[in-house]
């Protein structure tokens, strides 16, 4: 009893969440084609099979727009932290036994080599940031192309003079994407590269002075915040992604319809960003954990991880949006009714009230 009290009052939160989402009709271009009466798991192994070779070419154009990030990643993993942070502060590899004995030597103390071995890091995830309203770009289109999947659209096609078959031209989906919503995805890249960054940086600083030694409070209650803000900010982005084509309606209230969907599903969306980082950690397992990882995202993962994504906001969408959205549709029509029968009932009696006098 106590179990079901319990569910029943998550429930109930949840419930009164999701009562504050933000209601618009769907940005279709064609009618609903209804839901896939096996389930959604089913639905998204079905089209990733039957539309393989299209999402690998929607990950090769991806890829072109992640390459920024990439580049990052290389000049830090060549370089090293140490030589980047030996190049930033103007100094040769040190000598450390400054502070070893008196007058043996003259090098630099060890904590300051600690704390400036930290630097780079800092700059890394500034640079991340940067780059993150470009892989957003390149996201618009992708994004674009499955969610078209997903709802079961036509795309622009062209004959095969061969065969006489329809050929969907997969690159001017793409880039159709690109043109229409890159300003909404770049700009929710860009947010999520900010939290990211300071995150990151509240993380770093954490670390440098550990390594210094002057840690106080103030050093764990940042990189507690930190953690927190990044682990509820990462399901909020991903949840906010798929609604830049999914609705048109005002950036804040795509903003507020995402925070509500992570709060009322915390479990889903904590599954979502786990399998998000799955080829992330298995390159730090090793070499062919590293090498499968890479594989899987050049040949189609970023596209398949935006299918995944959206095809979970369409989910969410269909059982909880769409049904609100026409219930309120429903009530308004059902109030303006009353609304147009008394005004009649108060116009035909003042109509007999003349008509008596």
């Not at 997903?150 to 994407?177: N, Y």
Request: glycine share 8%; charged share 15%.
């Amino acid at each position: 009893m106590a179990r079901q009290n319990e569910e029943t009052k998550k429930g109930g939160l949840s419930i009164k969440l999701l009562m504050h989402l933000k209601l618009a009709p769907e940005a279709r271009n064609e009618p609903s084609k209804g839901s896939y009466f096996k389930g959604r798991f089913k639905f998204f192994g079905i089209i990733t099979k039957s539309n393989y070779s299209n999402l690998s070419t929607i990950n090769a154009f991806t890829l072109l727009f992640i390459l920024p990030f990439v580049a990052v990643f290389a000049l830090f993993t060549i370089f090293g932290a140490e030589n980047i942070s030996y190049y930033l502060n103007s100094m040769s590899k040190p000598y450390l036994l400054s502070d070893f004995g008196i007058g043996l030597s003259t090098g630099t103390p060890i904590a300051e080599i600690r704390s400036a071995m930290m630097i780079p890091y800092k700059y890394f995830f500034l640079a991340l940031a940067a780059v993150f309203p470009i892989v957003g770009i390149g996201f618009a289109g992708t994004l674009y192309f499955c969610t078209k999947l997903v709802w079961g659209e036509s795309f622009i096609t062209k004959k095969d003079k061969k065969f006489g078959a329809d050929i969907p031209r997969i690159a001017l989906e793409f880039f159709r994407g690109v043109k229409i919503y890159w300003k909404e995805t770049a700009l929710y890249f860009a947010l999520f590269g900010l939290i990211f960054a300071g995150c990151g940086n509240l993380i770093v600083l954490f670390a440098e002075n550990v390594y210094a030694g002057t840690i106080n409070v103030g050093h764990y209650f940042g990189l507690i915040i930190g953690s927190i803000i990044l682990l509820i900010c990462t399901p909020v982005f991903l949840n906010l992604i798929p609604l830049a084509i999914t609705y048109k309606m005002p950036i804040m209230h795509k903003i507020r319809n995402a925070f509500i969907v992570t709060l009322s599903f915390p479990i889903t969306n904590i599954f979502l960003v786990v399998l998000l980082l799955l080829p992330f950690g298995a390159m730090m397992l090793g070499n062919i954990a590293m090498i499968i990882a890479v594989i899987f995202l050049v040949l189609a993962g970023f596209s398949i991880y935006s299918l995944l994504f959206v095809n979970y906001s369409d989910y969410i969408s269909e059982n909880i949006m769409v049904p609100y959205y026409m219930a309120s549709i429903q009530a308004d029509t059902k109030q303006t009714k009353k609304k147009t029968t008394s005004n009649v009932n108060i116009v035909s009696k003042g109509k007999k009230k003349k008509r008596r006098m």
